[in-house]
């Protein structure tokens, strides 16, 4: 990620996430990325990325089956979505979800 692209988002209230680029576990992994909250970065030192935010959607669950709303992230929106799909045919109940890992490379 381009410097000007970090300094950026920190400005605009994004948070920001550091991994020291000399560091590392063993020959093969990097240091593991840490929340960065200092006002300067050192590009010589950490590789720098925008934190991305936890995934939150609403599922519709009916009699122990999830059905996915389409992949809003509004409760009305997915009350709509089962509305129109089923009308009043079912009973349901709308979950929110809420994302607790983020699994990616680098």
Known sequence: M???EV???FTDGKKIERRDVNYYYDS???ANWED???RSFDFNA???RIKQEPLC???AVHD???IPCSGDTAASKCEEYMEGRFGDKISYTIVKMK???IVRGG
């Open 36 to 38: 960065h909250l200092d």
């Open 46 to 48: 950490y590789e720098y």
């Open 7 to 9: 300094v950026k988002a």
């Open 99 to 101: 994302q607790v890992a």
């Open 2 to 4: 381009e410097y000007w």
């Open 64 to 66: 122990g089956t999830v």
């Open 28 to 30: 093969d992994q990097m």
């Open 57 to 59: 959607l609403y599922v």
